[in-house]
């Protein structure tokens, strides 16, 4: 019965020194780990930051372009009345045309007549 008295004492005289080299390692480990956690977040934060500067940047160019779009379409809307006035004279020209031709023929039918009289 003394021996097994004597087997826990030996037991851990051998063990202990392995459990306190493996406490050590997982703390280290620990240690590492959180260094690994900060930096993590670290760069999680800064590509956060890079992406919200993006977004603004895209926002701005996205608003940009818009506003020339607008004005490019102001442009186009005023070259579109300016056809539209071009068109409207064209019509109104095209309804004289008749008018002018039969004052055209009664002119010469007149010069004919000024003739026949004046001979």
């Known amino acids: 019965m003394e021996k097994i008295g004597k087997i826990p004492g030996w037991i851990e005289r051998l063990l202990m020194p392995k459990l306190n080299e493996i406490t ?6 620990h240690t590492r780990i959180d260094g690994v956690e900060k930096e993590v977040t670290s760069l999680r934060s800064e590509m ?32 579109d009345r300016r056809f ?20 055209a023929e009664l002119e010469a039918r007149l010069a004919e007549l000024e003739k026949k009289v004046t001979a």
Do not use: H
């Open 24 to 29: 050590g390692e997982l703390k280290a480990l």
């Open 48 to 79: 956060m930051t890079k992406f919200e500067a993006a977004d603004v940047k895209f926002d701005s160019l996205r608003n940009e372009m818009i506003s020339r779009f607008e004005a490019v379409d102001r442009r186009f809307e005023a070259v």
């Open 84 to 103: 539209d006035a071009v068109d409207s004279r064209l019509d109104s020209l095209e309804a004289r045309l008749p008018v002018m031709e039969k004052m």
